[in-house]
């Protein structure tokens, strides 16, 4: 069964950076599309950003030229490169396969606070 590992949030200032990792078990990895998602207190889950190949991607309007989703298909992990961030972006971040059809993971918190 496949599982997904997020990693690499924390509390950050605002306009700061962060790089979250999501590291995929089991095989089969490349031929997903693969995305990042978030979910803030008391909101739904929404979708941040989606790679469907290494050239192809696909971001919300809210992260569009801040965000960078990118992965590494040899190591089985997916990337998400924040920058700019800003108090709105503060919420739980996952990955998962484009789809959601991949077991959910613990996903990863990030505070952008001052």
């Known amino acids: 069964q496949v599982q997904l590992v997020e990693s690499g949030g924390g509390l950050v200032q605002p306009g700061g950076s962060l790089r979250l990792s999501c590291a995929v078990s089991?095989?089969?990895?490349?031929?997903?599309?693969m995305a990042w998602y978030r979910q803030a207190p008391g909101k739904q889950r929404e979708l941040v950003a989606t790679?469907?190949?290494?050239?192809?991607?696909v971001y919300a309007a809210s992260v569009k030229g801040r965000f960078t989703i990118s992965r590494d298909n040899a190591k089985n992990t997916a990337y998400l490169q924040m920058n700019s961030l800003k108090p709105e972006d503060t919420a739980v971040y996952y990955c998962?396969?484009?789809?959601?059809?991949?077991?959910w993971g613990q996903g990863t918190q990030v505070t952008v606070s001052s």
């Open positions: 998962n396969q484009a789809h959601g059809l991949f077991p």
């Open positions: 089991g095989s089969g990895f490349s031929i997903y599309a």
């Open positions: 790679i469907i190949s290494s050239s192809t991607t």
